[in-house]
């Protein structure tokens, strides 16, 4: 056996693990402000039943190999309207759509709904809203543990930056 038969098929071995697991990266939204962004701001979060929504969306996750994107917050929260804001962008919509089942759940004023985060084992009231919970669909299990409130403060942030952090937990 020669030396390059044996180091090619090894170093496209190599390339085919860099290549999955390298991290994908967010599409360039496009606008260097909130402001630029549509208006009115979306109205994400409906009264409903959160637990069947997620359960739906689970099934479809699942299926898809997607992750579940449970964002949790109010519409009278302005960072919870922006990271909606910047989802529905026309080059952040497609992106989302192909790695994520999305799930708003209407938290009220932290008086709704709280038992979903407990179930995930966020300990005590939220820090802030939003609260975005990334979840393993066959396992049911939180990915992004510690990192809920990330963009709690989204509006000290910019649109592309929120775009990269939803990136960075595409699976």
Known sequence: MSYRSMIVPALAAIAM??????????????????????????????????KAAIAAARVRAAKAHKRVLIDLGGNWCLDCRLLAGVMETPQMRPFVARHFEVVTVDVGRFDQNMD????YGVKGRLAGVPAVLIVDPKTNKLINA??????????????????DWLAGWVG
């Not at 860099?18 to 979306?42: D, M, N």
């Not at 979903?116 to 179930?119: K, Q, V």
């Not at 510690?146 to 775009?163: I, K, N, S, Y």
């Open 146 to 163: 510690g990192r809920e409130t990330a963009l709690a403060d989204a509006r000290a942030m910019t649109p592309q930056a929120v775009a």
């Open 17 to 50: 693990v860099s290549t999955a697991a390298a991290p994908v990266s967010a599409p360039r939204v496009g606008i260097a402000s909130f402001e630029a962004l549509a208006k009115p701001l979306p109205l994400p979060y409906h009264a409903g039943d959160a």
């Open 116 to 119: 979903i985060p407990a179930s």
